[in-house]
């Protein structure tokens, strides 16, 4: 009989509160929660510094208020500007955005609670004008700043063909065909002739007016190299110097051949 007792006794229930996994778990919780509000919450890690390098132009006030607009973010109904959270991508795509100047944006973490970023802006290589807009133009063909079209510092390029409206960020012509031009406005240079103003009047003809008042005609899907060597060898042996003021145009698109017009 006492042997049936006890194989129907009732084993008490160990309580949750003497079981050590039960403890180990709730002090990794701890843990945990603590890192978690160290990283995000704390003031340590907090951006409190927006480094700025490399504006020139642009004033830097305007890109840490941008900035700063993207700093804080909530998380568990907090409002936090950790500098994990930190999104690089958005960042840069703003400021990109809103600042047609700037061609590049660098940003890194500087820790504890610093923000670098570094800027490259667009260099001028060239004008473009359209009607009484002038615009920079950077060297893959973009405009990005209005100037006034007295400026003289860079080449004029103005198109026939008008657009309504430009904007800045806007590619205006191939930065590959810019490339060519420049380089043919220095060698034109060394020949002793001065570009004034640049046309672009089709995919097949570049008129560049000199600052003797005659015009020059390019084939801009030809060979320049080739059209620049008859031009030399018209002036050299058909065109005195003294007799250049006279001309009207000469026309390098075709062929072999470099004729030429004297004004009526």
């Not at 409002?79 to 840069?92: A, M, P, Q, R």
């Not at 640049?198 to 084939?219: C, M, P, R």
Request: hydrophobic share 45%; glycine share 4%.
């Amino acid at each position: 009989m006492e042997r049936y007792r006890r194989a129907y006794r009732i084993k008490k229930k160990k309580s949750i509160f003497k079981n050590r996994f039960f403890w180990f778990s709730i002090l990794i919780l701890i843990i945990l929660g603590s890192v978690f509000y160290f990283l995000f919450f704390s003031d340590f890690f907090q951006i409190k510094k927006i480094i700025i390098a490399g504006e020139r132009k642009i004033l830097k006030e305007k890109i840490e208020l941008l900035v700063e607009k993207k700093l804080e973010k909530k998380m568990l109904w907090l409002k936090t500007k950790s500098i994990f959270l930190v999104n690089f991508n958005e960042i840069k795509k703003d400021i990109l955005n809103n600042f047609p100047q700037i061609v590049k944006v660098e940003i890194k973490r500087r820790f504890p609670h610093s923000l670098y970023i570094g800027l490259e802006e667009r260099l001028g290589a060239a004008i473009f004008c359209q009607e009484d807009q002038c615009f920079l133009l950077d060297k893959e063909g973009i405009i990005f700043e209005e100037i006034s079209k007295n400026e003289s510092n860079f080449l004029r390029i103005k198109t026939i063909e008008l657009k309504e409206k430009l904007g800045l960020g806007e590619r205006v012509i191939d930065g590959d065909l810019l490339s060519k031009i420049l380089e043919v406005s220095s060698k034109l240079k060394d020949l002793k002739i001065f570009v004034e103003e640049l046309f672009l009047v089709s995919d097949e003809k570049i008129n560049i007016k000199t600052a003797e008042e005659w015009e020059i005609y390019f084939n801009p899907k030809g060979d320049f190299n080739w059209q620049l060597i008859k031009l030399k060898a018209v002036l050299d042996k058909e065109i005195p110097q003294e007799k250049r003021k006279d001309l009207e145009y000469i026309d390098l698109r075709f062929g072999n051949f470099a004729p030429y017009k004297y004004r009526d």
